[in-house]
């Protein structure tokens, strides 16, 4: 496996369910991020970490708890999801701290809230 | 309110012509622009960058040119191609090192 992968490809949940995403990155990188992208909404960051400390929380709900166990692996377990939670979620992982250099993109989860 | 903004959701171009995308800021703070694309069912990929102590980049068929005194870049592809339909997104650097998307502008290629 290369590159940032993420499973399920795919989630359907109800709204009482508990989930988690799960993002790998083979990069050797020391960041990971998740993002949301809704439709018609640009991709919006949710939570950095970096050296597996988490740096930002762009003010998330707490129903997304993100868990970063290690700099290859990082988690987003979902609970009590409301239907607008519905929305591409994808992972990223970068080097840091610079020469800058660009963040790679997983090829998401697709979620829907029912 | 959104400091990265791609106004135009679509574009349609005709092989072999000239592509121009176009991105707004609004932070006169941030230093580095990134355009990724998109295909369906995959993640955003790198395409190329700009540091704003340069106002033109160019690789192969693609150029970014910033323009910071209007706060405004655009991404050029000569000669457009149908592989390059995709959604391409702008994306401008935090503080954080995070990046700050748009909404993307969806570019469909005629053969």
């Known amino acids: 496996e290369t590159g940032v992968t993420q499973t399920p490809r795919h989630l359907v949940m109800g709204m009482t369910n508990k989930k988690s995403l799960k993002c790998e990155q083979h990069l050797g990188h020391n960041a990971m991020y998740w993002y949301k992208q809704s439709a018609k909404k640009p991709l919006e960051l949710m939570f950095v970490y970096n050296f597996k400390e988490q740096t930002e929380n762009n003010s998330v709900p707490s129903r997304f708890s993100p868990e970063c166990p290690n700099s290859s692996h990082l988690f987003l377990h979902l609970h009590t999801l409301q239907p607008e939670d519905s929305a591409l979620y994808l992972c990223?992982?970068?080097?840091?701290?610079?020469?800058?250099?660009?963040?790679?993109f997983g090829p998401g989860t697709r979620l829907l809230v029912l | 309110d959104q400091q990265v903004k791609q106004n135009s959701p679509s574009l349609s171009v005709q092989e072999g012509r000239i592509s121009i995308l176009n991105c707004d800021y609004t932070n006169s703070m941030f230093d580095y622009f990134l355009w990724y694309k998109k295909y369906p069912a995959e993640g955003p990929t790198f395409l190329i960058s700009?540091?704003?102590?340069?106002d033109k980049n160019e690789d192969g068929r693609f150029t970014v040119f910033l323009n910071k005194s209007a706060k405004h870049l655009s991404l050029h592809i000569v000669p457009s191609q149908p592989g390059d339909s995709a959604v391409y997104f702008c994306a401008a650097e935090g503080s954080q090192g995070n990046l700050i998307f748009g909404k993307g502008t969806k570019l469909s290629v005629k053969p």
């Open positions: 990223a992982s970068s080097q840091d701290p610079p020469p800058r250099e660009t963040q790679y």
């Open positions: 700009i540091s704003s102590i340069k």
